[in-house]
């Protein structure tokens, strides 16, 4: 378990705590209510270090581990879940190009990735392959020297603004995961489309998209992820894992304090509210989800950061328990301020849409718990 109090820890905590209070949390209901990706904000997250958190000194990154990054992303979930997530997918990108990139690749995409200049995606559903990834469908066909790819993606987060995608596709007729590989595709490669916008319920600051490839051709160094590393891809890829409960700790924890002050203050029959056992039974129990998810999540990103093998199955179990927890809390804060709290004049329904999707991205509490128990046959055989 990761010490909360190290003196490093505390001061990024304490520093992306001022860069939420002073910049995101002013500006979040503005990127949602106009669907709008928060880019004004990426340049601050630079300055501060953390679009490049994960990324290796020697591309302009902190090279800090993935404790770091969940602790960063914590804190400014509690203000701009949008902005959070550049982080988180820019970690995602960052570990998947430091662990099978080339080095022409690393050369190529992390520095700017780390100064805030360029994001990436991450693009993989397909329509008919959701859960079941390995069935996707798009297709990379050897032609020359390059590859040319056919299919298309759909729900891409940031795929309106990316200047690459790590883009998943088939090899051969092998069925399942050995045929799959992915490729870096630059934005403005041609036959490579965005498609229509999503109009999702939340993280509407999410830019996400469809994107098609029509014949998109793509040199034979463009692979990342080379036809029957996929397993290993999957296995080794332990930081969304972690970084995306940490989004529904951050704001959870928000809820907890905008639920804890307004009982304290919102008076009716006579007395606040928060003098009735109702409500505080509620806050003790919202609290008592928050620190469970806190442990959950920072014990598995501890293990993850030190390589032990039992990161991912504390990673599922984390992501699973902070999803349906998260949503619960904050409904929880919504019912404690009332009609106020359906209102789109505070944060709360706002942050009900946005935590809302993470019990479906970046695989499904469902399929968490499918893992889980994978793992648990895997513990106790017979
Ligand atoms: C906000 C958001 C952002 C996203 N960003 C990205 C992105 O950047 N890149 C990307 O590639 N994708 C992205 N996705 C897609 C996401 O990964 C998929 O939506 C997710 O994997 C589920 O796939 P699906 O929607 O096709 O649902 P399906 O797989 O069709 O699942 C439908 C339902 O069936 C359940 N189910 C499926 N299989 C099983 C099973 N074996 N056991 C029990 N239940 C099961 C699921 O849990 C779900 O409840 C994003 C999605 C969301 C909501």
Known sequence: MPDFDDPDLALLRDSARRLTDDVLRPSAARWDRDCEPPLENLPHLARAGLTGITVAEEYGGSGADVVYALTAIEELAKGCTATAAFVLTNCVSAEVLQAFGSAEQKRKYLPPLAAGEWVGAWAMTEPEAGSAAT??????????????????????TRAA??????????????????????????????????????????????????????????????????????????????????????????????????????????????????????????????????????????RAAGQIAAGHPDGPHNAAIAKAFAGENAFEVVDRAMQIHGGYGYSSELPLERMLRDVRAFKIGGGSTEIMRNRIAKGLFDRFPV
């Open 161 to 298: 603004i990316a200047a690459f995608f790590v883009a998943f596709a088939r090899i051969g007729d092998e069925p399942g995961a050995k045929g799959v590989t992915a490729f870096v595709v630059d934005r403005g490669t041609p036959g490579l489309r965005i498609g229509a916008h999503d109009r999702h319920m939340g993280l509407r600051g999410g830019a996400s998209a469809e994107v098609v490839f029509e014949d998109c051709r793509v040199p034979a160094d463009s692979m990342l992820v080379a036809p029957g590393q996929f397993g290993q891809l999957m296995r080794g890829l332990n930081q969304a894992r972690v970084l995306n409960p940490g989004m529904c700790l951050g704001i959870a924890g928000e809820a907890l304090g905008l639920a804890t002050r307004y009982a304290q203050t919102r008076r009716q029959f006579g007395r606040e509210i928060g003098r009735f056992q109702g409500i505080q039974w509620m806050l003790a129990d919202m609290a008592c989800k928050v620190e469970a998810m806190r442990l959950l999540v920072y």
């Open 135 to 156: 069935e996707l469908r798009t297709r990379a066909v050897a032609d020359g020297g390059d590859y040319v790819l056919n299919g298309s993606k759909v729900f891409i």
